[in-house]
Each structure stands twice: as structure tokens, then as C-alpha cells.
């Protein structure tokens, strides 16, 4: 392909077009459209305004033009081989919110992002960049009828949901897995925003899927060695607009949600919107149910040219019955089980076990902060806070798989649990030249604390039959009430500790040339753990302090500017360890490393884009047991590598197409603990993993605007138990079919969906067996203003 494309590239006879255009008030105007009048040729104007594309050498009419205004024409000579830079443009100040949906339709790869401010803490286009992000755009959500994050991520290439969201402080939001590692969606706008059941969609803009170790920008606190998931939100815009929908399925499924924006004032200065939605679902099984409202204001005040002030929440409220989740119990090996896979199983796939009335409540309140200002032409200041608040309070019903075909039936439960963080980050951003060279660069500081209140305790109810006329209805609030009353309980976990986390870091962007760039930063930790809290005694006990260094080196050369990017890094992540060792020193925060490499693509005027790379992570100072009582020993280490493939594609107008592909092999090292030296970690998801969507939307007729999409996941078998005492125990892999019809008008949108085709059963588990949804369908009405 690389060699077909650079071919075709050479024979085509091409020049560059390239420009900027800004607004009435100096500010770059994103999403204009800029046409070659009378041909295909054109592009969108980028988040900094800025413009660049190639067609073939003769004399034009280029015209520049967006919504609610008419289109600027200047005369244009494209030479081929030579880039002809048009002068600076300004257009009025019609912004691009909702209504950028007219402009985006043109675009002519529309699951593609140019360019993130997030990954890098910066502006940086793909190519420029040499880390490897996926991001999923609010077009290829809306196609799908996405209503959660959960269901966003099933299109990023190399990434396995792992775990439903159990809506508990602390734990609750789902977990997924990246290049071998468990992660959770932690952070928005890249900052934390932490949500601990289901997190809704509505307000989301994009989710960028940063690959790989990414301590150095982002710390470890919310990040994992495969990498952290990022929302990016919506904001608002300086005209009246918006959209109001209603939506119905089966499993009693409904939904309302509303994105409504408008200015506050005559100058536009002060801008809101307001996302929020209310989402119902039942349960493909006997009993289940999840009910959660979601509000969340946006506030943004442009005071002048150089200073703005943004103010954000998120609010949620949730009730639910925990999803069916079964566990291996403690020194019961899958001998003894009778089963080693989980197709094997004598589950009722659509039985719950449990009652319908073992419901939790979670709450969050997260709000956000941010001023931003122009110190100087090359110089932004960014000064962000953000505070989020987790609440549970309710029953977690879990259930152990048990020999002789039964199971074991147990709750886990938290009291009034509440989880608070606040995390304070000043950046400063430069883009300056030193001589002929371009430096981007950010420095910043960072406070991060966690301030834990968290509270579960649990019993064991019951051991069941799988077999015969069984009531299992008897799992309910008032078997669980009778046993919590005695004041006896299996177990108390109380999990109570503050943290604090005060970090520095710099990175910067070199260009040696147009086409080569060399990236460097490093971040500086200190991590001061004050204590783990005993709720009776109300002593503290265990704190420690740790320091903990993060590098980060990239490396980019473009042999076709813009089009054709080869990359390299190396990235370095750490985890605070506590603990003693055998010789009783503390324990060293565990280090992993990882390097990279591989291609990146954006050609044929942005209608194809692509990125192929193979990574290889080493995890060193892992912990495992010692024989000396309350000490351990880290020397353990745990390898992953692998290969990850992402396309995105528009070969015809209407067409889109997302494709990704990705192998991982994982493995702990020989010095590990030897009952699980060379095996694949339980908790490192499928080794192959594949997803796609294709697309297509009518660009003329009566029916303009109709479109059909149709995807899928797969997944191979996904080892969750690995070790020499307790077996080998897998769950099979799956290969899931989606599908959507929608029909897009000016002030309407109609759309169905149907997930899971073909009626899959299949699991997915973090040592765990999760059965999930069955064949499910919405149908949605969209009403824009």
C-alpha cells in the first residue's frame, strides 16, 4: 500500500495549497471550508486556523466560506511541486458549534481528527506527533446511535472492555485493557473526572485512547502502563442552537437527552450550554436495571482577546442492580471445577440468581475550572482545577463459581463510601523559535490528591444448585438485611487514606527540520501516601513517601511532508509500591519502559489515513511474596509487545470506513513467581482483537442524507486464569456484529440501531466471568434548532 500510494502521489502533478484564516476578532477560525470552485478539491481550516491541501498544477477560483455567510473568492495558480501560500483571511464571527455539522459533512474524512491539544498538552498535529492515540470522532458516535462510553471505545484498534461499571466509589467505573494492561476512564480534558458507574455520552465531543506509558504528561494516578482513555467534552459557542432527542429499545430501554447552547449576553462574551440526558435500561436477564440522570453546564466567559475563563460540571445520578459477575474462589482449582471454559459452564445465560430488589445508589459531582491567557504572542498560560466527588451506598451481589455444578452467592456492600479528588495543574505554552528552529513547549506543575472514605463489608447468603427448580429470587434486600443485622459479617474492608501526589514536568517539540522532529520531556513525582485510616480506632498507620522520575523521547521524520510520518519513542510510566522488604528497606516504585515505533499515513488529500506500530513494554520491581511473614520481594518483571494497525478511510464521497487491527503478547518474566513464570497474565485480555465500520450516506436525491453503517468486534480466547496450582481456564472468543440506518435532514434526525446481530452469547472478565448483553436495538428521533 505505502509503495502503491507514494506512486500515485509522484503521477498526480500536484502543488500545495496552503493559508490561514482568523476571525473578525483575531481568533483562528476553525472548520471553514476552503473549495476549489467547480472541483472536489479542498479542505477544512484546522483548531489554529490554518489550511493545507494539494491539487493538481493549473489556474482556480479558491473560495473560502462558512455557515451564515457568504463565500471570500481570490484567484489561485498552483504550480506543480511548489506550495503557494495564500494571504491571511477573515471571516465573521459565526461560530462553529452545532451548526458545524453542515461544514463537517464536506469534510472528506470524517471519522479522522487532525490534531489534539490533550495528548501532547499542546497543539500537534498526527503526524507531528510520535506517540500513538486513537481518537473516536462525535460523527462515527452519532452514526452508531452511541449513548455511553462504553460502547465509544468498541472503535478503538487494540482495546477490550474487561468489567461492567459497578457504580461504587472508588472502583465502580468499567475497566478495559490496552497493550496488556487494565485501565479506566479517569480523565477529561486531561484532567482527572473520575465517574464510577456507566458514564454517559452527551456531553462528549471525542475520546482520545493515548497509547503506552504516559506517566511523563499525565502521571500514574489515573494512567496505566498500556496507556489512559481521555473524554474530551463539548463547549460552547457564541450562537443559539441545539438539539433535543428521544429514544426507545427493548430491555426497556428509553432515553431523553437535550444539547442546547446559547450566548448570555449581546456582545457574545458569555457563552452556555447545557448537555443532559435521562437513560433507562433493563437486563437481558431474569432481574437488573439501570436508571441514571446526567447534567452537565458549561460556562465560558471570553473577557477579552488574551484572557477567557471556562467554568464546567458533570453531575450524575444513578441507580442500578450490580451485573452478573462470577468469581473463582480461593484454593478451588479449575480441576475441581470441572469446566475450563466458561462456554462450558452450566449457567443459565439469562438468569441473574438474585432478586430484583439488591439496588445501589451512586452519586458524582465533578466540576472543572479553567483560565487561560496570552502572556505574549508566543506564550499561553493555562491554570485548571478540577474536584470530583464519587457516592455509593448499597448492594454489590457477586457470586463465586463453586465444584459440583453450584454457585456460591455473596454480597459486597458499601456504606455512605465516598471518594474525592482535586487535582490543581498550571501550564505554560510556548511556540517560539530559537534561530531558525521551532520550539513547542510546555512546562507545568501539578497537585493531585485522593482523599479516600470508603467502606465495604459483605456475606456469603448462600451455596445454590445450577440444576433443577430453583428459586434464586430468594438473593434479595431482605435475606441480606436479616444477616447484616446480627452484626456479624463475613468480612469489613474499610478503605480510607489520603494521597497526595506534587508533580513537575517539562516536554518540548524541536523542529531540526520541516520534516524532522525530536521530542523530549521528563516529570518529577513526589508521592506522599499519609496513611491508611482504621474507621474504629480512627488511627493512621502505613504512610510513606516515594520520588519517582518519568522520560519521554520522540523522534519523527516526514520523507513526504504532511503526508508520510515515520516515528520512534521511548515512554516510561511507575506505579508507588507499598510495602517492606526482606531486608527491610521500602519498596521502589515500579517501572515500566517502553519502545516504539512505526508508520504513519495521511494521504490522498486526507481520504486515507493509517497507523501501523509495533511496541514493546518491560515492566520491572513487580512484587511477590516472601517466606519471611509481612515482607516481600520485588524482582519480578512482565513483558508486552505487540503490533497495533488503525485505518480510516474515505475512497468515495458518502463512503467511511474505520478499521483496526492488533496482536498482543504478554508475559511474566522467569524471575517472577515460578507459579506463573512464562504465562500469559490473567488479566492481559484477548491476544488478537480486531474492529471496523463502514458506512455510507446519499450525497444527492430525494433522499439525501439517508445513510446504513454496519461493524463488528472480535476477540479470541482470553486466558483469565494462568497458573501452574490452579489451572488454566478460558473464556471463547467472540465475534460481534452492529449495525444503524439514519436519516440526517436539516432539523431531523431518525436513526435504529441493532447491536449484537447475530445474538452472541459470549463473556468478557478481569479474572472474572461477565456474560453480556444479548441482541438489543433503539430506535432515535433527533429534533435540531
Do not use: C
Not at 210 to 216: E, F, H
Amino acid at each position: 500500500m505505502l509503495f502503491s500510494s507514494l506512486t500515485a502521489l509522484a503521477q498526480q502533478n500536484r502543488g500545495t495549497i496552503k493559508g490561514h484564516v482568523s476571525t473578525t476578532n483575531g481568533q483562528p477560525a476553525d472548520n471553514v471550508s476552503v473549495m476549489l470552485k467547480g472541483t472536489k478539491y479542498g479542505t477544512v481550516t484546522n483548531e489554529d486556523g490554518d489550511f493545507e491541501f494539494r491539487a493538481p498544477q493549473g489556474k482556480y477560483t479558491l473560495v473560502i466560506s462558512q455557515v451564515g455567510s457568504k463565500g471570500q473568492e481570490s484567484s489561485v495558480d498552483v504550480v506543480s511541486g511548489q506550495t503557494v501560500t495564500v494571504p491571511g483571511v477573515t471571516v465573521s464571527d459565526v461560530t462553529h458549534g452545532l451548526q458545524e455539522i453542515n461544514i463537517n459533512a464536506n469534510k472528506t474524512n470524517k471519522f479522522k481528527s487532525r490534531k489534539s491539544v490533550d495528548v501532547g498538552k499542546m497543539p500537534l498535529s498526527n503526524l507531528e506527533n510520535a506517540s500513538v492515540y486513537n481518537t473516536i470522532s462525535s460523527q462515527l458516535m452519532q452514526e452508531q446511535q452511541i449513548f455511553s462510553v462504553d460502547d465509544a471505545i468498541r472503535n478503538a484498534s487494540g482495546i477490550q472492555k474487561m468489567w461492567e461499571a459497578t457504580g461504587r466509589g472508588g472502583d465502580g467505573g468499567s475497566y478495559y485493557n490496552s497493550r496488556g494492561f487494565i485501565v479506566q476512564s479517569g480523565l477529561r480534558n486531561g484532567l482527572a473526572g473520575n465517574i464510577t458507574n456507566t458514564i454517559d455520552a452527551a456531553n462528549i465531543q471525542s475520546i482520545e485512547i493515548i497509547k503506552g506509558p504516559s506517566a511523563t504528561l499525565f502521571g500514574s494516578s489515573l494512567t496505566s502502563y498500556g496507556g489512559l482513555i481521555n473524554r474530551v467534552t463539548k463547549k460552547p459557542f457564541d450562537s443559539f442552537g441545539g438539539e433535543v432527542s428521544t429514544s426507545v429499545g427493548n430491555f426497556d430501554f428509553e432515553r431523553v437527552s437535550a444539547d442546547i447552547n446559547t450566548p448570555l449576553d449581546p456582545q457574545k462574551k458569555v457563552l452556555f450550554r447545557l448537555n443532559t440526558a435521562y437513560n433507562h435500561e433493563g437486563s437481558f436477564q431474569t432481574t437488573g436495571f439501570s436508571r441514571n440522570v446526567f447534567i452537565a453546564p458549561s460556562l465560558l466567559y471570553n473577557v477579552n482577546d488574551r484572557l477567557s475563563i471556562s467554568f464546567d460540571a458533570e453531575l450524575s445520578y444513578g441507580k442500578n442492580i450490580g451485573k452478573s459477575i462470577f468469581f473463582f474462589p480461593y484454593g478451588v482449582t479449575i480441576a475441581q471445577l470441572g469446566y475450563s471454559s466458561a462456554d462450558q459452564l452450566p449457567l443459565d445465560y439469562k438468569q441473574s440468581y438474585a432478586g430484583d430488589d439488591l439496588t445501589q445508589t451512586s452519586r458524582n459531582a465533578n466540576f472543572f475550572g479553567e483560565v487561560k491567557y496570552k502572556i505574549a504572542k508566543s506564550w499561553t498560560s493555562r491554570t485548571n482545577i478540577a474536584a470530583t466527588h464519587s457516592y455509593s451506598d448499597g448492594f454489590g451481589p457477586y457470586f463465586y463459581l463453586m465444584p459440583h455444578d453450584s454457585i456460591s452467592r455473596n454480597d459486597q456492600s458499601t456504606k455512605n463510601s465516598t471518594d474525592d479528588m482535586i487535582e490543581i495543574q498550571q501550564n505554560f505554552n510556548g511556540d517560539f523559535k530559537i534561530g531558525k528552529f521551532r520550539n513547542r513547549f510546555v512546562g507545568g506543575l501539578d497537585f493531585f490528591r485522593d482523599n479516600s472514605k470508603q467502606y465495604f463489608f459483605g456475606s456469603t447468603l448462600d451455596a445454590v444448585s445450577l440444576h433443577g427448580n430453583q428459586d434464586y429470587t430468594n438473593f434479595n434486600k431482605a435475606a441480606m438485611d436479616a444477616i447484616y443485622a446480627t452484626g456479624t459479617y463475613g468480612f469489613t474492608y474499610p478503605y480510607m487514606y489520603i494521597r497526595n501526589t506534587y508533580s513537575a514536568y517539562v516536554s518540548d517539540v524541536f523542529n531540526i527540520t520541516d520534516q524532522l522532529i525530536v521530542s523530549a520531556g521528563v516529570r518529577v513525582d513526589r508521592f506522599v501516601n499519609i496513611g491508611n485510616v482504621d474507621p474504629t480506632t480512627k488511627t493512621v498507620s502505613g504512610g510513606y513517601q516515594q520520588t519517582a522520575f518519568s522520560p519521554k523521547f520522540g523522534l519523527v521524520y516526514q520523507p513526504i511532508k504532511d503526508h508520510l510520518s515515520l516515528f520512534a519513542n521511548y515512554q516510561n510510566s511507575f506505579r508507588n509500591q507499598t510495602g517492606i522488604t526482606e531486608d527491610n528497606k521500602p519498596l521502589k516504585p515500579e517501572h515500566a519502559n517502553q519502545i516504539e515505533g512505526g508508520v504513519k499515513l495521511d494521504l490522498f488529500d486526507g481520504k486515507l489515513s493509517s497507523t501501523v506500530s509495533y511496541y514493546d513494554i518491560k515492566v520491572k520491581d513487580i512484587t511477590r511474596p516472601s517466606s519471611v511473614p509481612n515482607r516481600v520481594l520485588q524482582d519480578g518483571t512482565q513483558l508486552s509487545k505487540g503490533i497495533e494497525a488503525e485505518v480510516i478511510a474515505n475512497p468515495i464521497a458518502g463512503l467511511n470506513a474505520v478499521v483496526g487491527l492488533s496482536y498482543n503478547y504478554s508475559k511474566y518474566d522467569a524471575t517472577t513467581n515460578a507459579d506463573v513464570a512464562n504465562r500469559r497474565p490473567g488479566t492481559a485480555s484477548s491476544p488478537y482483537l480486531a474492529n471496523f465500520w463502514v458506512s455510507y450516506r446519499l450525497q444527492k436525491g430525494a433522499v439525501k442524507g439517508l445513510g446504513l453503517g454496519f461493524g463488528g468486534n472480535y476477540a479470541s480466547d482470553n486466558t483469565i486464569i494462568n497458573s501452574v496450582s490452579q489451572g488454566v481456564f478460558k473464556l471463547p472468543a467472540y465475534t460481534v456484529f452492529n449495525s444503524s440506518v439514519f436519516y440526517d435532514i436539516k432539523n431531523y434526525r431518525f436513526g435504529f440501531k441493532m447491536d449484537n446481530l447475530t445474538n452472541e452469547k459470549y463473556w468478557i472478565g478481569y479474572t472474572t466471568v461477565n456474560p453480556q448483553k444479548l441482541r438489543n436495538y433503539a430506535l432515535t428521533f433527533t429534533y435540531k434548532f
